[in-house]
């Protein structure tokens, strides 16, 4: 029972990771950038969740309604600003960028927030949950958390396979240049795509800020767990990436079940067995579309 | 040392190609470098041993950097874990010396070779991830290896290990021999990557950079270059691990294994220019430089070396050493390949 | 000079240097000399919040030490004191280290805050030979990082002095809090894989060895990593064991996710003492109604019965004034920060002047009474350190207040019996 | 009035100069065949028409509008489209979803999938395909219906016949007089001069940046256009 | 004369699509092959399959007396094959000459002064001298496709590969390339040619193939394979004209 337990919590938490992991696979899947800075823009979003609930005392819906636009426009904003220069220089420009906002915004978030930590209130909602035996309970905000990552997974999935918009953004990430004489603005479909893929981190920036206390900094684990979400899940699919939160975050309970100490390591040698025996990850992109 | 010049005029002038492979620049580059290395290394007499720990630090960077340029900037691998690499250098060198008891300027090169055999097996993992996703694969890589790190007690786990081995020196000649040591550590990752770099694999790298694909048609080994500039880059950062161990006496795991030093090579190698042996060496100093000047502004220090690095990416793309060499013109370090009087030798312009 | 057997680093350049510095300082005192003070703290990054108050304190002493130069064998001494961030990290704590002292010509070096500072500052004036003095690290760490072994005098640092509790002291202050409550006597610890877990749960010196003896289960699961998002195994274990006491030294992140799972997953222990997670107050806010009557250690609060050997102004006088120019709840650092501070004075008045070997001879056998209570170093558990008092105290909602919740004084026999009467504030209350 | 008019032309590739003071013109419902040596500027030509590029000097009209302040993008709603060259297919999506693609913009015609299919069975064969996955002349094929598929009024095709078997090449210019019966006027970049003479209603041979010769295919003999090519 | 390459039962799909069905045929040493064949027919598929860039389903590939099957394609290369590719790709950051000693220096084995001279001959050949220190990304469009041969026979091959290199070429820039190409051939570099440009094809190759979905729909004599009907339909299509393109 204990290890039906770990699988369940496991994969609850799975679909927080794949929640924290969408907007990175997205920014990837369209324009190629890899953005180092997702993290901290997740942790910005958790500190407006904390301006708007913990300081202004909005009720934490309302707070999830107004950060998501927010971290839309940022998004936009962000890609108009940087990114869109960044990937016109082209090679590692954009790695290098992105790379240089996380940090540049790590600080400024420390220096505007202070390290303290803080955390989203919620209130009982953070700690309620349904019995379901003796030893397995599962809890309204990880349930929440999850259905809300399946969801946003499967909504930009269909978005991308079946929007014009979206299919637009699919042959821009193909050719940026040549999608202009399809009648496309490559810089605007950047910047939505950031948009989109920015209104995500604001979910995800909501959800976790909600769950543990965070600073500034705590962007790089949030980073690192998106990342191997992605890669055990396959480059370039979003199912892939759900998969892969949800094997990540059972190999981590389930690790710690066998010795607390194990778990980020078991989740570590998880990614890297998938590395070595199935380089293209679980579920990738040839697969899906 | 060979001298950078290899000019082959023996025989008659019409079936021979002429190639040359030095610039004026690079003769003038010869001729600072040698005296400016002699200088440094009688500075353990001159200047005090605060100067002289500055001037490790420094070292440490500017390995760093060279190291990182010869992945990313030749290999074309952007790593964001070569701290793996520094902290293997460093717990090699504090574990072998403290612990086992070996000299520790005897561990240093035994660390170095280890982290080498280590980043071999790690390279056949890494190298299934390409671009950027290799960037953040060797970070993972790099994070697990701080986990294992933080499993083996006889390592300190989470605590970190302190180097008290070299306590027994008098601090004059502790921190001279750790100055010396950096300096040749400096020496040699720069001749390293130029010798390599100006090599039959250079030539083969510079095609990759360009086009893989055409590479590996004319018969360049791909894997084979890639792995082994990999291992050479892991040598010499774990060299780096070893001169900071040096100099700051105590590792922790989430200190040595920081992405930060990702972060610092990234943005000297960026500052200074990619792909030239000069623009690392620049910017390692730049950086340097920044730090020792805003690291009193708190958080507004990172703040501005952030913003630095993102507009100089953005407006001045081969970096400062771009900027300095009129974009590539003065090359202290040629590798090129130049035929002498092409036309003159086969005596006619055909069409 | 740069000559390599030369015990002195940098010549009298730094000295010149530094006097001039503090003339300008020293307004109104003329003086004959300067101490050169070195403080490493994080001011930036994770460790941050240990740092907050350091910038006002370093600016509160530099006004103190202008108007009252430090008297010492016969002279005057003006004080620089160079404030250095860590940026948390070791490596940076090092090299800063080393430079207050090779290039600055620092005569004491002085940081705080966390093994992540302490140690490697310590390190470099090991290895560099210059007095250091050192808080707000559990002793046992220290001694351990700094590369000597507890249970060995022999193995002594020669240049380091360092004042704080150890294990055995937040381990009894602990267990005062828990004889309070009723409970079956079953411990679940809750500990990182860092330097303090390492410590805590070392089976010879750490908390099994000390609570066991006193009638407490100890049940520890396993350390794990910084970072874990999920801790249902850990919670399961507490569980099926039945633990009704918690305690662990836990960072502010892991024991919001811990402590929230533990609520959805019906652990609800009668009472819990917790370290460093909720030892400042920005990260009480955070836990909102999940922070009442959570327990932990106070090293220092305003109501310590003390008073500063310079000033002379009592805790409490400090803590309010820290308030009301700051606009920020006291936090127990404070305290150590100024003790710092009064250490050092201390001590270049018992060397009676800023040779390095003087210094580091009088801090051997130094006692001095200050805000964080009376360090001896005559009398520590290991000769290089100093023990303060520690008593046990609960956060509790304020009830509108300046500040949502306080942390109230809850146990004080500890502090008696380690010679300090701190008075309580109320009396220790179950976990809602 | 002409659809198409384009005046003194300089356009520059940094300081390299690939075009030179260039005239042209194109009216509504014609055929005209740019031809020229490599390096002649015909790609250069297209590009800039279409918005790739900018002038450094001179204009462009379309519809007697000047298209200078017109981001390339645009163009496109106004009309003209390109078929650029090396196809540049898009590698990850379908050749089904690379005609839609070219349809992002809904003007109206005869032109939709099932046209486009009817009118290049070699595309309509591959619909599934993943354009990283079609060879060279697949590609071409693909590329032309694909800009079709925005019912272009102006017509833009460079290089159309590269790497395309006979049998194709000879379908596609069966397909043009249909394309320009439906009103569409067409540019078109050839190599291949006896092709091109066979569709156009006019060439125009550019040497270096600059036009050398000019005219109706009737007008105009083999050592003419011999000669304008290489400017001997 | 012995024949250099031997292909036999060689196929290759990609899920459903079938680019090689059991494909034999064998090439002469000294001889050159051209192959046409319709859109998509698997010609450049079965070039990859020669050097070794894609692996084959089934089948064997014997080169000079070898089973080259399982070898990798840098190991063809140094055996003697190489390729150029359909769309040149030029090393744009380096010199013609460097990108010409590349394929010495790697796919030739020969470095140091003897490298030299035989990236500065391959040069010659294709008449780049003068532009021996030229980046190579300046270079215009013939000229690249100069450097791609250049780059391949610096590797001093015994089977050269070409793919569409006439392609976007225009008839007065036909000939040299021609020139270039016979040239090749006589100094004893075996040829397979690629080409839609049939009448180019023609004056060089003695030996013609024709692919159509994956298999050999004609192959011989180049004149007769033209004229057979099944090639006229799949391939040139009725109107086709040779003469006149030629002229
Ligand atoms: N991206 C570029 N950078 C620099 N010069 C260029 C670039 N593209 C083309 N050129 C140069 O501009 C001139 C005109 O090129 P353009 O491609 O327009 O010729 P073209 O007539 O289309 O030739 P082709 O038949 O080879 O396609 C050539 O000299 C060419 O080298
Ligand atoms: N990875 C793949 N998956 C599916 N189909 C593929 C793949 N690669 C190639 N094909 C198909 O195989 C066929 C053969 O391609 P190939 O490039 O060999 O043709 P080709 O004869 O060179 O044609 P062209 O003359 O147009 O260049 C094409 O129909 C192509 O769509
Ligand atoms: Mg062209
Ligand atoms: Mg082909």
């Known amino acids: 029972m204990q290890w039906l337990n770990a699988i369940i919590q496991g994969i609850l938490l799975g679909g927080l990771y794949a929640l924290l992991a969408a907007g990175l696979s997205l920014m990837f899947g369209v324009m190629r950038i890899v953005n180092l800075a997702h993290g901290v823009l997740a942790m910005l979003a958790a500190y407006l969740g904390v301006v708007f609930v913990n300081n202004l005392g909005l009720p934490w819906f309302l707070a999830l309604v107004i950060v998501v636009p927010i971290m839309a426009a940022v998004g936009y904003v962000l890609q108009w600003?940087?990114?869109?220069?960044?990937?016109?220089k082209g090679g590692l420009a954009p790695l290098l960028v992105a790379f240089g906002l996380a940090v540049v915004l790590t600080q400024l978030l420390q220096q505007i927030f202070s390290a303290d930590s803080r955390s989203i209130q919620i209130g009982a909602l953070g700690t309620s949950s349904i019995q379901v035996s003796d030893t397995i309970y599962i809890g309204w905000f990880p349930l929440m958390t999850f259905v809300v990552g399946v969801l946003v997974i499967a909504g930009v999935q269909v978005f991308l396979n079946r929007a014009p918009l979206g299919r637009a953004m699919r042959a821009t990430s193909d050719d940026p240049e040549t999608v202009n004489l399809m009648g496309i603005n490559n810089r605007q479909v950047y910047a939505l795509a950031t948009a989109l893929a920015m209104a995500t981190v604001g979910l995800a920036g909501m959800f976790i800020g909600t769950k543990t206390q965070f600073i500034p900094t705590y962007g790089d684990l949030v980073l690192i767990f998106a990342f191997e979400a992605v890669i055990i899940g396959g480059l370039g699919s979003l199912w892939g990436t759900l998969v892969g939160g949800i094997i990540l975050g059972v190999a981590q309970t389930v690790g710690s079940q066998i010795n607390p100490s194990y778990g980020l390591l078991v989740g570590n040698l998880v990614f890297l067995a998938i590395l070595a025996f199935r380089p293209q990850g679980l579920l990738p992109k040839a697969v899906t579309t | 040392m060979s001298t950078p010049t290899e000019t082959h005029a023996?025989?008659?002038?019409?079936?021979?190609?002429?190639?040359?492979?030095?610039?004026?620049?690079?003769?003038?580059?010869?001729?600072i470098a040698v005296p400016v290395v002699l200088f440094m290394a009688a500075a353990p007499y001159i200047i005090d041993r605060g100067f002289q720990q500055q001037l490790v630090t420094l070292f440490s960077l500017v390995v760093l950097a060279t190291m990182w340029n010869l992945l990313a900037g030749y290999g074309g691998m952007v790593s964001v874990g070569q701290q793996a690499y520094i902290g293997i250098g460093a717990y090699g060198l504090v574990y072998l010396a403290d612990t086992l008891g070996l000299d520790p300027f005897l561990a240093v090169p035994l660390s170095v070779i280890i982290a080498g055999l280590l980043s071999i097996p790690i390279s056949f993992l890494a190298f299934r991830l390409v671009g950027g996703y290799f960037a953040i694969g060797t970070w993972v890589i790099a994070e697990v290896v701080k986990q294992i790190t933080m499993q083996v007690d006889a390592l300190g786990a989470g605590i970190g290990l302190s180097l008290t081995s070299l306590n027994e020196l008098s601090p004059g000649r502790r921190i001279a021999y750790v100055y010396w040591l950096s300096l040749a550590a400096v020496v040699i990752a720069v001749a390293v990557t130029y010798f390599l770099m100006r090599s039959r694999l250079g030539l083969g790298f510079t095609a990759i950079r360009d086009d893989q694909v055409a590479a590996s048609s004319l018969g360049v080994r791909v894997t084979h270059s890639k792995r082994f500039v990999f291992v050479v880059s892991a040598m010499g950062c774990a060299l780096a691990g070893g001169m900071i161990a040096a100099n700051t006496l105590r590792i922790t795991p989430d200190s040595i294994y920081s992405v930060n030093f990702s972060a610092f090579m990234i943005f000297m190698v960026i500052i200074g220019g990619i792909g030239t042996i000069e623009g690392p060496i620049v910017g390692a100093i730049v950086f340097f430089a920044l730090q020792e000047w805003l690291s009193d502004l708190g958080t507004w220090y990172l703040i501005i070396i952030g913003v630095l690095a993102i507009v100089i990416t953005l407006f001045l793309p081969r970096g400062l050493w771009g900027l300095i060499s009129g974009n590539g013109r003065i090359r202290l370090f040629p590798v090129g390949y130049r035929l002498v009087n092409p036309i003159e030798r086969f005596g006619r312009h055909p069409d | 000079g740069g000559n390599l057997d030369s015990s002195e680093s940098s010549s009298a350049d730094g000295g010149a240097a530094s006097a001039a510095a503090s003339a300008a300082a020293g307004a109104g005192a003329a003086t004959d000399g300067t101490v050169k003070i070195g403080y490493v703290a994080p001011i930036t990054g994770p460790l941050a919040a240990f740092g907050e108050g350091d910038q006002y304190v370093v600016d509160q002493m530099t006004s103190y030490f202008a108007a009252n130069p430090i008297q010492a064998g016969g002279k005057s001494y003006g004080v620089e004191i160079l404030l250095k961030d860590s940026q948390s990290d070791p490596k940076r704590a090092g090299e800063v280290a080393g430079e207050?002292?090779?290039?600055?010509g620092v005569d004491i070096l002085m940081a705080h805050a966390t093994p992540e500072t302490t140690v490697p500052v310590t390190q470099q004036c090991e290895a560099n030979a210059t007095p250091c003095i050192t808080a707000d690290t559990p002793w046992q760490p220290w001694v351990v990082?700094?590369?000597?072994?507890?249970?060995?005098?022999?193995?002594?640092?020669?240049?380091?002095?360092?004042?704080?509790?150890?294990?055995?002291?937040?381990?009894?202050?602990?267990?005062?809090?828990?004889?309070?409550?009723?409970?079956?006597?079953?411990?679940?610890?809750?500990?990182?894989?860092?330097?303090?877990?390492?410590?805590?749960?070392?089976?010879?010196?750490?908390?099994?060895?000390i609570v066991g003896p006193a009638g407490y289960e100890w049940n520890n699961p396993g350390l794990y990593p910084l970072g874990t998002q999920d801790f249902s195994a850990q919670i399961n274990a507490y569980k099926q064991n039945g633990d009704e006491i918690l305690t662990g030294i836990v960072v502010p992140p892991d024991f919001a996710t811990f402590w929230k799972q533990a609520k959805q997953q019906g652990f609800n222990p009668k009472i819990a003492t917790i370290g460093k997670a909720i030892e400042f107050p920005a990260a009480i806010e955070g836990l909102g109604d999940l922070a009442q009557n959570l327990a932990t250690e106070v090293w220092w609060a305003p109501s310590y019965p003390t008073t500063s050997s310079l000033s002379g102004t009592t805790s409490q006088a400090f803590a309010d004034q820290y308030t009301a120019d700051t606009g920020k709840q006291w936090n127990v650092t404070l305290g150590f920060s100024e003790s710092l501070f009064e250490t050092a004075a201390a001590a270049v008045v018992a060397a009676g002047g800023t040779d390095k070997q003087a210094i580091a001879n009088a801090m051997k056998t130094m006692k001095v009474d200050t805000l964080v209570g009376t360090l001896d170093w005559n009398s520590g558990p290991f000769p290089n350190v100093a023990k303060t008092p520690l008593v046990g105290g609960q956060w509790r909602a304020t009830d509108g207040g300046q500040f949502p919740y306080d942390l109230v004084i809850v146990t004080n026999e500890h502090a008696k019996e380690q010679g300090l009467d701190v008075p309580l504030g109320g009396k220790v209350e179950p976990l809602p | 009035m002409s659809l198409l008019e384009v005046n003194g032309l300089d356009v520059h590739y940094g300081d390299f100069q690939a075009i030179y003071g260039l005239d042209l013109r194109v009216d509504e419902g014609e055929t005209l065949a740019v031809i020229g040596a490599n390096g002649a500027g015909k790609s250069t030509l297209l590009k800039t028409i279409a918005g790739l590029m900018r002038p450094t000097a001179g204009d462009i009209l379309y519809e007697g509008a000047s298209l200078t302040p017109v981001p390339s993008y645009q163009r496109v709603p106004k009309g003209i489209s390109l078929t650029p060259e090396g196809r540049k297919i898009f590698r990850s999506l379908t050749v089904e979803e690379n005609l839609k693609v070219g349809a992002h913009i809904k003007r109206p015609g005869p032109w939709n999938l099932q046209s486009v299919y009817e009118a290049f069975p070699l595309v309509a064969d591959r619909r599934d395909r993943l354009g990283v996955n079609l060879s060279g002349g697949e590609q071409q094929a693909a590329a032309i219906g694909r800009a079709l598929m925005s019912n272009p009024r102006l017509l833009l095709l460079d290089e159309v016949s590269l790497g395309l078997a006979p049998v194709v090449v000879e379908q596609i210019y069966d397909a043009i007089p249909t394309i320009t019966g439906n009103g569409t006027t067409v540019l078109v970049v050839e190599q291949d001069v006896n092709q091109a003479l066979k569709v156009a209603d006019r060439v125009q041979c550019l040497l270096e940046g600059r036009t050398v010769l000019e005219g109706p295919p009737s007008s105009l003999t083999r050592d003419e256009i011999a000669a304008a090519y290489f400017g001997i | 004369m012995s024949p250099i390459l031997e292909v036999s039962g060689l196929s290759k799909r990609f899920g459903k699509v079938v680019t090689a069905e059991d494909l034999a045929f064998s090439v002469e040493q000294g001889s050159a092959m051209g192959i046409v064949g319709p859109n998509g027919a698997g010609k450049s598929t079965l070039l990859s399959l020669i050097t070794g860039v894609l692996p084959a389903d089934a089948g064997t590939i014997v080169y000079d007396g070898q089973d080259i099957t399982r070898l990798s394609a840098g190991a063809r290369s140094e055996a003697g094959i190489a390729r150029t590719f359909q769309i040149p790709r030029p090393f744009v950051d380096m010199t013609v000459f460097e990108n010409a000693y590349v394929g010495a220096a790697f796919g030739g084995d020969s470095h140091g002064q003897a490298g030299y001279d035989t990236a500065a001959e391959a040069l010659e050949i294709t008449g780049l001298l003068h532009l021996a220190d030229v980046p190579a990304g300046q270079l215009r469009l013939l000229d690249r496709k100069r450097l791609e041969l250049a780059r391949a026979l610096a590797t001093g091959p015994k089977l050269i590969l070409l793919d569409e290199i006439a392609g976007g070429l225009t008839e007065k820039e036909l000939p040299p390339l021609i020139e270039m190409i016979k040239g090749l051939h006589e100094s004893g570099v075996t040829v397979i040619w690629i080409e839609h440009i049939v009448h180019a094809l023609l004056e060089v190759v003695d030996q013609l193939m024709c692919l159509a979905f994956g298999k050999v729909l004609a192959i011989g004599d180049p004149h007769e394979v033209m004229r057979s009907p099944e090639v006229i339909e799949v391939y040139l299509g009725s109107t086709f004209d040779l003469g006149g393109a030629a002229s």
């Open chain 1, 81 to 88: 600003g940087l990114f869109n220069r960044a990937i016109s």
């Open chain 2, 10 to 31: 023996h025989a008659t002038v019409t079936s021979h190609a002429k190639v040359k492979r030095s610039t004026r620049s690079s003769w003038a580059g010869l001729g």
């Open chain 3, 100 to 104: 207050l002292i090779n290039t600055d």
């Open chain 3, 145 to 209: 990082g700094s590369g000597a072994n507890p249970g060995d005098p022999a193995t002594a640092l020669k240049w380091s002095y360092h004042f704080f509790w150890g294990l055995e002291d937040i381990a009894a202050v602990n267990m005062e809090v828990w004889n309070e409550v009723d409970t079956n006597k079953k411990v679940a610890a809750l500990y990182a894989n860092d330097s303090d877990g390492q410590a805590f749960t070392d089976e010879a010196m750490g908390y099994p060895a």
